[in-house]
């Protein structure tokens, strides 16, 4: 249960971000049903070969889901923004092994309620249900979104994507899991960080 008042301001101002009519009380009731905990810079969230219970808020740092592929290298499949409800969809959903691990890359609060908990609160509570919708629905349409102008532009235009609208993975994520995420190279997108870097 979140017990600290700090703590339970900035998991209702995330759910009331999603659904601002929530009923107040009918929130609460549900946050109440919330842990949280401080997570340390590289710790993991969720590790490949565990069963993904929980959908998660990170306060303040960008997260990172990522899997290792037969050749030994780590593909990541997402980066998201602080202040972002999480989880590992595919073994959350299907209640089956993740092959995919989630980090976190700084110092977070991290917010968390298991499954069997948030099927009782959509179950009961039509507002939780929206809730659900409502951060599913954010997920696929940025996930669609992202891939589409991924695979549709340059990597040059891709790094520019990512100055403009998520400029602090430039300083917080290593070149490597960004490249991986923009799928090019290290090399490549190392080569388009200093003509950038020329021009300004």
Not at 83 to 92: A, D, G, L, Q, R
Not at 132 to 144: I, K, R, S
Not at 164 to 172: A, P
Request: with cysteine; proline share 2%; glycine share 2%.
């Amino acid at each position: 249960m979140i017990t600290d008042k700090a703590n339970k301001d900035f998991a209702r101002a995330k759910v009331l971000s999603y659904k601002p009519d929530f009923d107040l009380e009918i929130l609460e009731l549900g946050l109440d049903e919330f842990e949280v905990w401080d997570c340390k810079s590289g710790a993991f969230i969720l590790k490949a070969g565990e069963v993904c219970k929980r959908i998660f808020m990170v306060e303040n740092s960008i997260t990172r889901c990522y899997f290792v592929d037969k050749d030994g290298e780590e593909k990541t499949m997402w980066l998201e923004q602080e202040s972002t409800v999480i989880t590992e969809y595919e073994s959350f959903s299907s209640q089956t092994v993740s092959k995919c691990d989630i980090c976190c890359y700084e110092d977070s609060m991290v917010y968390s309620i298991e499954k069997e908990k948030l099927m009782k609160l959509y179950a009961k509570y039509h507002d939780w249900a929206l809730f659900g919708l409502l951060v599913m629905e954010e997920h696929y349409v940025n996930l669609l979104k992202f891939s589409n102008t991924r695979s549709f532009n340059k990597a040059s235009e891709n790094y520019d994507l990512v100055e403009s609208y998520f400029s602090r993975y430039l300083d917080v994520v290593p070149l490597k899991h960004l490249a991986s995420w923009l799928n090019i190279s290290p090399v490549h997108l190392s080569r388009i960080r200093k003509e950038r870097s020329k021009l300004k």
